[in-house]
């Protein structure tokens, strides 16, 4: 199955989705640049949390807020959270032939107790802990600055704004806030493409209730993750969760359920729901001196509020969304013409995710009245969504073209068109056509887009 992870980069590559980041320099530490498709299609997705998040939830989880907080914060933040401290440190070993270096949970046992290193067989040292913290120097003289650290986690920004948010909305618990920003962890292993890479996206949301309903709230959101990804199309089969056992959770979580999905490269880990109960808003209170208890007008009680995050990745979702997708038919689809030899690549992305929308193309390009007319309605819908003008080679290569980026409507203007200003509209996953009236497109396509 590496193959199928294979042709995936490839794709992105070839069509505009993920580049190797500096690759006229030979690339730099395993990072990758979103391409004009790619970034079409992550903010796409980080729109549809940002949706779900904030517009589409009730009571019982009601009230969600957002927050945009700086990568760079006090490194006493870093203190108070426990990410200076081994909590937040991989076990490393390293070949004392070849000198690579490997997590040691990624060794097999056998390796581990002295079996040797993976590559090539030689001595492995002992394990050593090593901090994912990425440092930095603010200041403008690097010997007088200070050190500073880029973020790991983004939820630390809306814990230490926990008081600001509260006073300035005015809210009562239960409340969530949302955040969706950079995170940067100096991984010693980054691998399977953007699947863990040194700087990521995350999107993550802070439920704050009171302690005794933190296990009810634990278990809706971890229905409603599962929930999201599905409703945007991820087979059930290729999804599921795992509980972590206390040994293996992160330093911080009471609860923690892993969200996993079934890459070509195994079951991995896209997202985590953790009930953190007091640990952050205590630990801040300790080192910050500032009391960040809540008064419950109700219960007329102080207390620390828990906290159940749900925090996922947007470029493993990315990923995720891409392989869930990805379909290959062999000979083609099309059955009106004889069967084409080669293989036909289908990304059947849900429509909210799809980077573009709608493609125009003319039926051919040696006909300047179908050209003139095309680049028009190409014209006509750009205010209104992601679109392409294509006009290169046969209609049918156009539209596998297509159908190979999840492009969700082809639109062609064929000699009708030139009679009745009707187009055809063609479904991406059905190929199924029909013909609609230019003056009605906009709203045809924005219904059919919304539905
Ligand atoms: N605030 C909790 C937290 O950060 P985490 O399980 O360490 O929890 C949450 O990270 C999510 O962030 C992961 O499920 C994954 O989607 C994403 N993530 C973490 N490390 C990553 C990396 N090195 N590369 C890409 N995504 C990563």
């Given at each position: 199955m590496q193959d199928l992870t294979a042709k995936i980069i490839s794709l992105c590559k070839r069509r505009g989705f993920i580049f190797p980041s500096s690759e006229i320099y030979g690339g730099f530490g395993s990072g990758y640049d979103f391409g004009p498709l790619g970034t079409e299609m992550k903010n796409n997705i980080k729109l549809a949390w940002w949706d779900e998040m904030t517009k589409k939830q009730d009571p019982p989880a009601g009230g969600i807020v957002g927050l945009d907080a700086a990568i760079l914060m006090s490194p006493r933040v870093w203190q108070a959270s426990g990410h200076?401290?081994?909590?937040?440190a991989d076990e490393l070993v390293e070949c004392k032939g070849c000198h690579k270096r490997f997590k040691?949970?990624?060794?097999t046992p056998h390796q581990r107790t002295g079996g040797g290193c993976p590559e090539c067989g030689g001595k492995l040292t002992e394990p050593r802990k090593f901090n994912l913290m990425m440092k930095t120097s603010v200041g403008p003289v690097e010997e007088e600055a200070a050190t500073a650290y880029l973020r790991a986690e983004t939820c630390q920004g809306i814990y230490v704004n926990f008081e600001n948010i509260l006073n300035s909305m005015r809210l009562k618990i239960p409340f969530g806030v949302a955040q969706i920003g950079k995170a940067f962890r100096n991984e010693i292993t980054p691998k399977d493409f953007i699947f863990r890479t040194r700087e990521f996206e995350q999107m993550e949301m802070q439920w704050f209730c009171r302690p005794k309903e933190a296990i009810k709230y634990f278990d809706f959101w971890k229905k409603e993750r599962v929930e999201w990804y599905l409703s945007l199309g991820i087979k059930k089969e290729n999804l599921r969760i795992k509980e972590v056992p206390a040994e293996e959770r992160a330093h911080y979580a009471k609860q923690q359920i892993d969200i996993e999905y079934k890459f070509p490269f195994g079951w991995k880990e896209i997202e985590g729901v953790h009930n953190r109960g007091d640990f952050d808003l205590s630990n801040h209170s300790k080192y910050s001196e500032k009391d960040l208890r809540y008064f419950?007008?109700?219960?007329?009680e102080k207390y620390f509020p828990y906290i159940i995050e749900t925090s996922g990745g947007a470029d493993r979702s990315f990923l995720a969304f891409i392989c869930d997708a990805y379909q290959e038919i062999k000979g083609g689809r099309t059955k009106t013409t004889e069967a084409v030899k080669e293989v036909e690549t289908l990304l059947k992305l849900d429509k909210r995710i799809a980077p573009i929308k709608v493609a125009v193309l003319p039926l051919?390009?040696?006909k300047p009245e179908l050209v003139k007319k095309a680049k028009e309605v190409y014209q006509l819908l750009k205010p209104h969504f992601v679109c392409q003008y294509d006009e290169l080679g046969s209609i049918g290569r156009r539209y596998r073209r297509q159908d190979e980026i999840a492009t969700v409507f082809c639109l062609t203007c064929d000699f009708q068109t030139l009679e009745d200003d009707t187009l055809t509209v063609r479904y991406r996953d059905t190929m199924k056509q029909e013909r609609v009236k230019i003056s009605d497109l906009v709203n045809v396509l924005k219904e059919k887009l919304q539905n």
């Open positions: 200076l401290t081994a909590g937040f040691k949970d990624e060794l419950d007008e109700e219960t007329k051919v390009r040696n």
